[in-house]
């Protein structure tokens, strides 16, 4: 990262995003663990918070848990009884999951499913669960296409799409990518009003693709 966009990425994470212990704890168990380090940032992490706070979110869809460090985010926007659906495919990753929300507090709101995300969505549709209030996208980029189209009937109307890591290195050189695609899709869609976020990393620019499900009419 450039020193000026550094200091900009500094500011605002100082500022609003300040690391506590489970988040901190969250970090330093991933690494023991030897789960790799690609979660969001702290500063996305907060955007995420605040994201789910805007639209009230009580449910939470997840696809791509990880060590939870974004689904602790998450389980912090939700009320007591809220809940947070979290789908991971490793094992071993959603074992450090469980133990990092536990720390956190918010075992009581998360449920982290194991399997191959695009098996558990159809069971989640088949199964006629709750719709959701929000549906983050951050696992395997190549898939982001299928799970728009899996994940998008299991949100309300009035909540958001988010989709993660949407500014690909691609978008500069013209190769394709899994999450171009994504944006393209989204963007023919007419029930969906939708903008990419540019974030900051620690080295370069990333985007989070927002997109709100609009009433019909
Ligand atoms: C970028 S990480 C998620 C980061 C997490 N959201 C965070 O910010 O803390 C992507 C995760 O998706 C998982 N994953 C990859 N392919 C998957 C699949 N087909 N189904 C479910 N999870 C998958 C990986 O094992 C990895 O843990």
Redesign the pocket.
């Known amino acids: 990262m450039e020193l000026s966009t550094r200091a900009y990425n500094d500011y605002i994470s100082a500022l609003f995003a300040p690391q506590d212990d489970a988040l901190t704890g969250a970090l330093a168990e991933m690494e023991r663990e030897n789960v790799p380090g ?3 940032s702290a500063v996305e992490g907060k955007l995420l918070e605040v994201l789910a706070l805007t639209v009230g979110a009580t449910r939470i869809l ?10 602790i985010h998450f389980a912090r926007a939700l009320p007591e009884d809220g809940k947070l659906i979290t ?4 094992a071993h ?1 959603a074992e450090v999951a469980r133990r990092n929300f536990e720390r956190a507090g918010v075992v009581q709101k998360t449920e982290v499913r194991v399997g ?3 098996e558990t969505l159809r069971r989640l549709a088949a199964t006629g669960e709750p719709l959701f209030d929000l549906v983050f996208i ?3 980029k190549d ?1 982001y296409t299928e799970y728009l189209n899996l994940a998008l009937p299991l949100l309300r109307r009035g909540g958001l799409l988010l989709g993660d890591n949407t500014l690909p290195d691609a978008v500069l050189t013209g190769e394709e990518s899994g999450t171009k695609f994504y944006n393209a899709a989204v963007a023919r869609r007419s029930d969906l009003t939708t903008i990419i976020i540019p974030i900051l990393r620690q080295h370069g620019m990333d985007g989070l693709t927002v997109s709100f499900k609009r009433s019909p009419g």
């Open positions: 690609i979660n969001v997840e696809i791509g848990t990880l060590g939870g460090y974004s689904g789908l991971e495919i490793d990753h191959p995300a695009s951050d696992a395997d898939s």
